[in-house]
C-alpha cells in the first residue's frame, strides 16, 4: 500500500469523488476536473519522477509522435467566427453547445488533406513503453 506521499487523493478537490470512475463518460468527466484543477501534470511528473528514482530513465532513447485528433467541423456563421477569433464566445451559446464547440481547434493540411481539430503529441520510452511527456495543441501546431 502506498504511503500518504505517494498518494494523491489528498489533492484531488473536494467536488470530485475520492473512488476511480468506472463508466466511460466519467472518466472523461473526471479526466477534465482533474486537468482543470492543475492536477493531471502533478500526476504525471510525480510518477515519472518515482520511474526515475527506480531506474526507469529512458536508455534506449524516446518515441515522438504527433498525431492529428479530428474535431467537429463547426458550423458557424461569419459573426460567430469573428467573435471566436478575438476570443469571445458570442452571446447566445449556452453551455451545452459550448461542449460541442472545438473553441481552441485549427485547420491544417497534411499529406494534400485538410483537417479541422487538435494534435496530441507523445514522448514514450523506447523500451518500456511508458508515456514520458504529452502534450495536446491546436492542429497548426
Excluded at 520511474?51 to 515522438?64: T, V
Excluded at 485538410?114 to 502534450?135: M, P, V
Aim: proline share 4%.
Amino acid at each position: 500500500m502506498p504511503d500518504k506521499g505517494q498518494n494523491f487523493v489528498h489533492e484531488v478537490p473536494r467536488t470530485l469523488p475520492r473512488r476511480p470512475p468506472t463508466r466511460r463518460e466519467d472518466i472523461w468527466l473526471y479526466r477534465e476536473l482533474l486537468g482543470k484543477a492543475g492536477l493531471v501534470e502533478k500526476m504525471f511528473a510525480r510518477f515519472d519522477g518515482k520511474l526515475r528514482a527506480r531506474g526507469g530513465a529512458a536508455k534506449r532513447g524516446h518515441i515522438i509522435d504527433a498525431s492529428i485528433v479530428s474535431a467537429l467541423k463547426q458550423r458557424n456563421s461569419c459573426k460567430e467566427n469573428f467573435r471566436i477569433k478575438e476570443g469571445d464566445v458570442p452571446e447566445d451559446w449556452n453551455e451545452s453547445k459550448l461542449r460541442q464547440k472545438g473553441m481552441d481547434a485549427k485547420w491544417v493540411k497534411k499529406n494534400g488533406r485538410n483537417y479541422f481539430g487538435y494534435k496530441n503529441h507523445i514522448s514514450i520510452d523506447a523500451k518500456r513503453k511508458f508515456i514520458r511527456k504529452y502534450e495536446v495543441t491546436d492542429a497548426e501546431a
